[in-house]
C-alpha cells in the first residue's frame, strides 16, 4: 500500500511539473536569450517598467501622460532611455511639445525613430537633460547649462521668459525625481 501511495504522489508531481511547464506566459514570450550567457532577459528591464501607484509620479510619467509629449516619449522608447529619465536625480528635462517636433524638417521625425539612429537620437534627447531641479526664476542666473551629453546650452533671459538652447519655456511641471520645462522647440545638439 505504502508503494501504491508513493507511485501516485510522484505521478501527481510530475503531471504538474509538466503542466507548469506548458503553460504560456506572457512575460516570457517577451524575454530573449542573451547569446554570450544563454540568460533570458527582457528589453523592459530596470526601474522604468516598475508599476507603482503609490508614489509620486516621475519625470518619465509626467511625459507619458501628457497628450502633448506623445513624440518625445516615442522618441524615449525608442532610445532605450527610459530609465535614465526614472533616476533619482534630480534632473530637469527641457521636453519639446509635439507641435516642437512638427516644426522639424518634414521626415526627421520618422528618420530618427529608426533602429539605425538610436544613437543620433539617443544625443539629441540626452541634449535636452540636465542635473538639477531650478525653477524658470532660478535659471534666470544661469548663462549656460551642462547637458547630460556633455555639451553645453546658452540660457537667455528676454523680458520674463527664459530660453534655452534657442527653446522658450512656456511652462513647468514638478516631478519626483526634478522638474520638466515644457519648450517650444527642438534644441539640436552642435555637430
Known sequence: MKTINQTFFWCIILMGLAIMGCKSDPEASAQATDS????????????????????????????????DHTTLTAAVQAADLENALVNAGPLMVFAPTNEAF?????????????????????????????????????????????QANDQSVPVEVKGDDVYVGGAKIVA????????????????????
Open 36 to 67: 554570450g550567457s544563454g540568460v533570458e532577459v527582457s528589453k523592459e528591464q530596470g526601474q522604468a517598467f516598475i508599476k507603482d501607484e503609490a508614489s509620486e509620479p516621475n519625470i518619465l510619467n509626467i511625459a507619458a501622460g501628457s497628450p
Open 102 to 146: 512638427d516644426a522639424l524638417p518634414a521626415g526627421t521625425v520618422e528618420d530618427l525613430l529608426k533602429p539605425e539612429n538610436k544613437d543620433a537620437l539617443a544625443n539629441i534627447l540626452k541634449f535636452h537633460v540636465t542635473p538639477g531641479n531650478y525653477d524658470k526664476e532660478f535659471l534666470k542666473k544661469f548663462k549656460k547649462l551642462g
Open 172 to 191: 513647468s511641471v514638478p516631478a519626483s525625481n526634478g522638474i520638466i520645462h515644457v519648450v517650444d522647440k527642438v534644441m539640436l545638439p552642435p555637430q
